[in-house]
């Protein structure tokens, strides 16, 4: 196994960090790998902001949800899909860019754009020793946080990386059984195949937090996964995307 | 610089491939190394089909455009964002789990899931020495590839990778300035400075063209984009996207 793949099967998520911000040397690279990603058609749609003042870092971390770890970490990224420079272009070419950058189709390009630089980012920094954390919750309030960091139409914040001198080791929550996850040739998979699979899986996962508290929790990963999906999270999504530019048609 | 940085700053997309097979061990570390990247709440929702058929091959190059590296390659996988098995879940227990699921807040959930994966399966695959090239072709004719690989409900086919043992070198285009993608504390960037870092990476994009075409292309990458967007691709996507039970509310 090879140092790159290690540190990928090694990831696990950290919630807890030194007080020790990074360095802009560290932040440099960290953007740097980033942007080496793919991109579709070399349209580089996305931005990221960084965030290094307490006070910022404090309210993102409330309108997270009450994340401390985005508080206290050595620097606080967001990853958000940006399609406001082609808008510009659209100016400085005289074109009328506006159909291409409203289609659901470039508000995909761009989400995805975002999140293969964001992995990118991830594991450059784990590779220097830093420990990450995805921070999906930006989204709880995210005219808020758009509004905080001043972002214009076409730029939306899909979700913050905090990263940091790890203070804590985390732990490595078992994944989904490789058959379920990847078929070959067509989505062959049966439905009492699958269910036979997620199953096994359940106890998979039971054990796991069976091992970590003492034998206090045992969810299974459907329940788990149920009571998430019980109620619809987010609403004013949709209206949000559509309010910033994207996806109008 | 560690490995793990040195191959991310060195990847090039590869559309030329050596007639040589992944072997199902490197296929097991791609889609593992895919699996280790972080998930929304554990949600796990993606899906990857693995494509070995060669007429299956010949027939998704044809419906990503002609792309003739898709069928000659080591292996295709194609990404796709996945809620049916927890679609399943809601029957397994006996939960209601429909809005959710078609909520706009969890179709971007799988897309960026099934991203953040696809960035791990490609560094796995280039630190082994693979070549890799993305395939966001597939959606031009997005309901025949869901319909050939025989994709269900709740699962849209987002992009290919093709992967295989480079026989060309690939070249490595240059990335907008690092102070036009990344910004601090908020998007403070002016238009008019904004304009300037264009203007100038235009030359930089120019210039790379020439070197590479004995002076014969000379695009500018605001030009590129402008004629890319002058109109609006693959419009039939939000109605596909939702008719896979996606993003109705």
Redesign the interface.
């Known amino acids: 196994m ?4 290690e ?3 090694n ?1 696990r ?1 950290i919630r807890k960090f030194k007080d020790i911000p990074l360095t802009d040397e560290q ?3 960290v ?8 991109t ?5 749609a ?8 307490p006070e ?1 870092k404090q309210k993102l971390a409330e309108l997270a949800g009450g994340q401390a770890y985005v508080e206290n970490s050595g620097h606080f990224f967001i990853f ?1 899909a940006d399609l406001q ?2 808008e ?3 100016k ?2 005289n ?3 506006s ?8 508000f ?2 761009s ?2 754009d975002a ?2 630089a ?3 980012a ?3 920094a ?3 020793g830093l420990g ?3 921070i ?1 919750g930006i ?1 709880n309030n995210i005219e808020e946080v758009s509004n ?5 139409d076409y ?1 939306i914040p ?2 913050g990386l905090t990263v940091g001198v790890p203070e804590s080791e985390g732990s ?2 078992p ?2 059984p ?1 058959e ?9 998979q049966s ?1 009492d195949k ?2 036979s699979q ?1 199953h096994e899986y359940n106890e998979t996962v039971a054990e796991y937090y069976r091992e970590r508290t003492d034998g206090k929790r045992s969810d299974t ?15 004013q ?2 209206e949000f ?1 559509q309010s910033k530019g994207f ?1 109008k ?1």
Chains 1, 2 share one sequence.
């Open positions: 090879n140092d790159v793949i540190t990928i099967l990831h998520s932040i440099k690279t953007v740097s790998s980033a942007q080496m990603a793919s579709s058609s070399y349209i580089q996305y931005t990221i902001i960084g965030v290094k003042n910022t958000c420079r082609h510009l272009i659209g400085m070419e074109t009328d860019v159909e291409a950058l409203q289609s659901t189709e470039k995909m390009v989400v995805i999140a293969l964001a992995q990118n991830t594991l450059a784990e590779s220097m990450i954390c995805y999906g989204r905080l960091l001043k972002l214009p730029v899909l979700f490595q929550k994944r989904l490789f379920n996850v990847y078929h070959e040739e067509t989505y062959t439905e699958l269910i997620l990963w459907t329940g788990q996964m149920a009571g998430m999906l019980s109620s619809a999270k987010r609403k999504m949709m995307v996806m048609n």
